[in-house]
């Protein structure tokens, strides 16, 4: 049994609502699985489901083995969470906090501090440990919860949005703890976040929209799908320098972009570079390459931006300036 | 599936040792029950430990009793000696009463953590966990009822006063059955809240729902006023109303052998019976139905029948809670 959670036609429907449209897929032992999508994609309502907090309307799934629908017990013993809003108790001590945690997953007394002084150093957080909870940072706090997620040995560890609201260095902090996780413990790690950089860090990723997986793989499998690197190239004569191109690249074929004359796709664009620039005829003033990334991946598959408010914003900005020039 | 699988299986993290001679059912059976009480026992501890931190709600709870007891119980206690006539001891009638107020509000409002957990995010935790509900359930209902048990002791521990019940062994032996007979009602009542809080998402909603429901259970349980003399309707109201039992429990067993009627009343018991004899009989009728009507009653229902309402009452509130609280996602 190399599969740790498998999910099969799994539907969520809320009155009129479809918010987790018939997804299948499957998680294996020991990779870092993502589900990237945007807010309201069905990313949380999913997890809510594989952790028992929510009842299927249609489909199966299990985790460790176990039907999340007749073995619940066995489900929550196997998994760890992170949810996305926090879920500390305040007024308690971290320790507190930790000995509730330890209490109600079982954990045995005879090895129950040792564990806590055990990740509470993996997340940087032991001088902390007696403190009360109100006095931490909300870094510290997503931290606290990922070591109190990781009390009890789940063999599957959920997390739901854990940068979500932090800062750029705090975040890096959580992965870096994320993959020392996996490196050292050999733990599934199941993640939904909607930063795309971050699902970069992932194994696997399941591209979620609107209630449906789209595309499911490696972020470099996806990306490739996308047609590879775009490389851009500056001139002193574009001219000659688009007709010594594509006499010496024959297959290569421009992009149709007005701004963007000696721009062209290539696969491993890093190796490609080299060869471009020996014995070229034409004096190049710049090359610069744009690798793809899931932001392009996403915008290929739905047609749209996954960040909704800042991107949009500015692609509206975008559309005004055009109008004019589009009307004509 | 061998042994060792389904103990690993059954038990998760957890390597307590199978006895010997244990069958594998025995063990995992055992291994639950403890679980079972291990977890409401934490969700106790925890809720405990809140109450003591927070200074205002301990102090509140220290102060609040005695604001009653000593504000409006000497209040009436003057109103009734005016009104009443003679040396009524009101606030001996009025004690019981607050104790069962006492019991009723901190009991049924300590319910409000499961919503505040529910808004701060705790709830989650709790319910993902691999406890069973019920447990926690249980664990909330005792951790409301002890916060309410500490109120009651501060009253209890006031009866041994002299402008109270007095220094006595007799006290002492009432103190002393008072507190499981209350514990009991506060369970009940506890049990009251975690029922509705269950079904409720919103803090806002739960002090509306708590006093449309807690004032009318309050007024018609006797706990201020005696339930005497009433109009017919309200009276079948007290009767229906489960907690006039419990303060009727509470009342019969603080007031045994305390004379609280003054006054009038009082004189009228004191004729002595050779000269109602010699009364006519429509005089001496009226006279003893005057004292007696005119006298508070210490105890309206058997003693027994109030201790088996209470303790049904306790029971089937305690089943509805788990069963509210475990369906709850």
């Known amino acids: 049994m190399n599969e740790i959670v498998t999910v099969s036609k799994l539907v969520k429907t809320f009155g009129d609502l479809v918010a987790v449209d018939g997804i299948s897929f499957e998680v294996a032992r020991g990779e870092v699985f993502g589900f990237l999508g945007p807010n309201g994609a069905g990313k949380t309502t999913t997890i809510n489901m594989l952790c028992t907090l929510l009842k299927p309307t249609a489909g199966t799934a299990t985790v460790n083995g176990y039907d999340i629908g007749t073995r619940k017990n066995e489900v929550r013993e196997s998994i760890g ?18 000995i509730f945690h330890a209490v109600v997953y079982h954990v045995p007394r005879s090895v129950r501090d040792a564990r806590i002084d055990e990740v509470m150093g993996m997340v940087s957080l032991s001088d902390r ?60 790690i199941f993640l939904t976040t909607h930063y795309m950089e971050e699902a970069e860090h992932c194994d696997r990723i399941a591209i979620i929209d609107t209630g449906k997986i789209i595309a ?58 080299p060869d471009l620039i020996r014995d070229f005829g034409t004096k190049i003033v710049s090359v610069s390459i744009h690798r793809p990334t899931l932001d392009d991946v996403f915008l290929q598959l739905t047609g749209k931006e996954i960040r909704e408010e800042g991107a949009d914003d500015l692609a509206a900005v975008r559309r005004f300036m055009m109008m004019p020039r589009t009307r004509k | 599936m061998d042994d060792r699988e389904r103990i690993d299986a059954g038990t998760g993290g957890d390597r307590a040792e199978k006895g010997p001679g244990e069958s594998t059912e025995e063990y995992l059976r055992r291994t639950n029950v403890r679980r079972a009480f291990t977890g409401a026992y934490i969700v106790w501890l925890r809720d405990i430990k809140r109450f003591w931190r927070d200074t205002p709600r301990r102090v509140g709870a220290f102060v609040q009793p005695l604001i009653y007891l000593f504000l409006l119980g000497t209040g009436l206690q003057a109103a009734f000696k005016v009104f009443g006539g003679g040396n009524t001891r009101y606030i001996l009638f009025m004690f019981p009463g607050i104790l069962g107020m006492t019991v009723l509000f901190t009991s049924v409002f300590s319910a409000i953590s499961i919503l505040w957990d529910r808004e701060f995010g705790f709830l989650k935790e709790v319910l993902v966990s691999p406890v069973p509900r019920s447990s926690v359930a249980f664990g909330k209902i005792i951790g409301g009822a002890t916060q309410a048990m500490i109120q009651g002791t501060i009253l209890l521990v006031l009866m041994f006063f002299p402008f109270m019940y007095g220094f006595s062994v007799e006290t002492a032996l009432k103190a002393l059955a008072l507190i499981p007979l209350t514990l009991l009602l506060a369970i009940g009542m506890t049990a009251i809240g975690v029922a509705i809080a269950a079904n409720m998402k919103s803090m806002e909603g ?14 018609l349980s006797g706990a201020m006023f005696p339930l005497q003399g009433l109009p017919g309707w309200m009276n079948v109201l007290t009767r229906l109303n489960p907690l006039s039992y419990g303060v009727d429990m509470l009342r019969g067993i603080s007031l045994r052998g305390v004379e609280v009627t003054g006054g ?33 009653q210490t105890q309206r229902y058997p003693l027994w029948l109030d201790i088996t309402v209470v303790s049904c009452f306790a029971l089937v509130m305690l089943v509805i809670a788990i069963w509210q609280f475990s369906r709850q996602t």
């Not at chain 1, 931490?136 to 949005?161: C, N, Q, T, W």
């Not at chain 1, 996308?226 to 074929?253: H, M, N, Q, W």
Request: glycine share 4%; with cysteine; net charge negative.
């Open chain 1, 216 to 273: 499911l793989d490696t972020p470099e499998a996806l990306k490739d799908n996308v047609g590879g690197d775009v490389i851009k190239l500056r001139t002193e004569d574009d001219e000659s320098a688009e007709a010594e191109l594509l006499s010496r690249f024959p297959e290569l074929e421009l992009l149709t972009d007005p701004e963007c004359r000696l721009c062209f796709k290539t696969r491993k664009g890093e190796e490609f570079i």
């Open chain 2, 206 to 219: 739960f002090p509306m729902v708590m006093n449309f429901l807690l004032l009318p259970l309050f007024f």
């Open chain 1, 81 to 98: 969470l992170v949810f996305q809003d926090p879920s500390l108790d305040d007024r308690l001590t971290a320790r507190e906090n930790l």
């Open chain 2, 264 to 296: 009038p009343a009082a004189l009228l018991n004191k004729i002595p019976q050779q000269a109602l004899n010699r009364m006519p009989a429509e005089v001496k009728a009226a006279l003893t139905r005057a004292g007696s009507s005119m006298s508070l």
């Open chain 1, 129 to 188: 440990l007696d403190d009360k909870v109100e006095t931490f940072s909300g870094g510290m706090k997503r931290r606290l919860e990922i070591a109190r997620g990781l009390l009890h040995y789940p063999k599957v560890l959920f997390l739901d949005e854990p940068t979500i609201g932090l800062d750029p260095q705090t975040r890096n902090y959580i992965w870096e703890y994320i993959e020392d996780l996996k490196r050292r413990e050999g733990i599934t």
